[in-house]
């Protein structure tokens, strides 16, 4: 068997010494019309350090599965007149090769005045054996023999149609982009064709990630009427790229001698690097343990150095100075719970303002035992704020670092 359209190679030689055959061209491709006659030649190249005596035949074939490989077999009288193999005239007679010689084998397609439009197919045999291939059933059982494929196409009402029938990727989840695609491509038609195209592959935010070709540049690759032919392809990502989340794959295929046609499907795939997350987790957990530590140190530190440095007034707000500490000879109201305006002030001792406090009150107090000026109300604000994003840009650097490698 053969991929449909590329050179039938044989590799089961039953005579000794083992030769060796090539013949060109490998695949006839012919338009004609009803009651047309068209003539051409097979090329036989003898790669053997030997005389060598080969044999033409003609036989029909069909697809076997949907990875491109076709298998010959024989047609009975009956069949012959309306299949390709019994309007193709070639002399059966043996053909002397010399050794590193070539031979021209003429043949002649005589289409009858009543054939069918669309599509006909048959192979020309060359080999080795005098007596003909052996009959397997319908199947012929190829020996020493290469195969010429010959597509002919009939002008009439020719149907031109075919179906993405599936689409997919061998999983959903992929931890590193190396993906894995098959494509599947019925003929609906009643003539041969050739779908072409490519895979578009764009990430989460729509930037293309990739591009595949799909049976480009090759004269192969055909999908014969009633039959599905199955692609199989890889994409691979760059090296040193990280790429993560959902990822979106449009297969886009044109077919069609005539006019051409286009159709296309998606399938989606996600890509997550478990292993790179995972590290970057724990670089994270441990950053955040560390500012953790540290914050509490800062703050332990900065009520330590108000305890002994005493205060005046307290720049707080009365709800947060007496969170921190309590005085019995000063008594705080709290605001009733209608007063929108208290409730507003109360938010207003969350977050930095609380965390800022104790340090502001020490610095008041050296600056006081110091005789130095006392710092604006809204520097240590801005530096304990500029602190934490200079821990963000860190972390965020670090996991890129790691994730990157």
Request: glycine share 8%; hydrophobic share 45%; aromatic share 10%.
């Amino acid at each position: 068997m053969a991929a449909l359209g590329a050179p039938a190679l044989v590799t089961h030689a039953q005579k000794a010494p083992r030769f060796s055959l090539t013949v060109t061209p490998p695949l006839f491709q012919v338009s004609l019309s009803p009651g047309e006659v068209w003539s051409s030649g097979l090329t036989v190249v003898n790669t053997n350090p030997y005389d060598i005596t080969v044999y033409a035949r003609v036989a029909a074939f069909e697809a076997a599965g949907e990875g491109g490989q076709v298998r010959f077999r024989t047609l009975s009288e009956e069949a012959r007149p309306f299949s390709l193999a019994g309007w193709i005239t070639l002399s059966e007679g043996p053909i002397v090769i010399p050794k590193g010689g070539t031979k021209s084998i003429p043949l002649v397609i005589t289409v009858p005045k009543d054939a069918a439009p669309g599509g006909h197919y048959a192979a020309i045999l060359v080999g080795n054996d005098a007596e003909g291939d052996t009959l397997r059933g319908t199947s012929l059982s190829v020996s020493s023999s290469v195969a010429s494929l010959v597509f002919l196409r009939v002008a009439g009402e020719v149907v031109e149609k075919g179906v993405i029938r599936e689409f997919s990727v061998a999983r959903l989840l992929y931890q590193e982009p190396r993906v894995d695609f098959s494509l599947r491509f019925q003929n609906v038609g009643n003539v041969h064709l050739q779908p072409q195209g490519n895979v578009a592959i764009y990430d989460m935010w729509g930037t293309l990630r990739g591009n595949i070709p799909i049976n480009q540049k090759t004269d192969f690759g055909n999908v014969l009427p009633g039959t599905t032919r199955k692609f199989t392809f890889t994409w691979r990502g760059r090296d040193g790229e990280f790429l993560f989340g959902r990822f979106r794959a449009i297969a886009t295929l044109a077919y069609g001698a005539r006019a051409r046609e286009n159709i296309s499907r998606e399938t989606v795939f996600w890509i997550i690097p478990l292993a790179v997350l995972a590290k970057a987790l724990m670089i994270a957990a441990a950053l955040l343990a560390i500012v953790g530590y540290l914050l509490r140190w800062y703050i332990r530190r900065a009520l330590q150095a108000v305890a002994a440095h005493g205060a005046g007034e307290s720049e707080v707000p009365a709800t947060a100075h007496s969170s921190l500490h309590p005085s019995p000879s000063r008594r705080v109201t709290p605001a009733p719970l209608h007063n929108k305006r208290g409730e507003k002030d109360a938010r207003r001792t969350s977050g930095f303002t609380v965390a800022v406090a104790p340090l502001r009150r020490h610095a008041r107090a050296v600056a006081a035992d110091r005789g130095d000026k006392v710092p604006p109300p809204g520097f240590f604000t801005r530096k304990l704020a500029l602190f934490f994003l200079l821990l963000a840009v860190l972390l965020v650097a670090t996991a890129w670092y790691f994730s990157s490698r």
